[in-house]
């Protein structure tokens, strides 16, 4: 089991944005930026185009609305969509805001963000929703 298969299942927890039937999202708790958030598929699968075809155009919808709510509440230029998975063997989409194309370097140091700071940003995201 995965530590994404644990967050889902609230065994560790989370900065809660959204959920559906199939898709769940919560905040990087390592962001490049405030605002960077994983969405992930709920079945636990490696490989993002090892889900079926219903599971990637569901993850990938899940992900738009929660991207249209980021550009709101950072007043970004855009939401950077990045696929990794080297990390955590779980299927996942990263969702970050941009201001410029470096936000989406990965070799750049990561955020500290105190519980404060992420329990707003997580509700500011969900009232954006």
């Known amino acids: ?3 994404f298969s644990k967050i ?11 959920e559906t039937e199939n898709c769940f999202a919560f905040l990087d708790i390592n962001p490049l930026v405030r605002g960077h958030v994983l969405c992930i598929s709920k079945r636990e699968v490696d ?5 079926t075809d219903r599971e990637l155009c569901d993850l990938q919808l899940f992900a738009k609305k929660i991207a249209i709510a980021q550009k709101k ?11 990794l998975g080297l ?7 990263h969702l970050i805001p ?9 070799s750049n140091p990561k955020l500290k963000l105190t519980d ?7 509700s500011d995201i969900c009232a954006a929703l």
Do not use: N
């Open 1 to 3: 089991m995965t530590i």
């Open 98 to 106: 941009l201001h410029s194309e470096k936000d989406m370097l990965f």
């Open 8 to 18: 889902i299942k609230g065994d560790i927890p989370c900065y809660k944005i959204a």
């Open 116 to 122: 404060d700071e992420f329990r707003k940003i997580a």
């Open 87 to 93: 990390e955590v063997p779980h299927a996942h989409i």
């Open 47 to 51: 490989y993002l185009f090892d889900l």
């Open 73 to 83: 509440v950072f007043g970004c230029i855009k939401v950077g969509q990045a696929v």
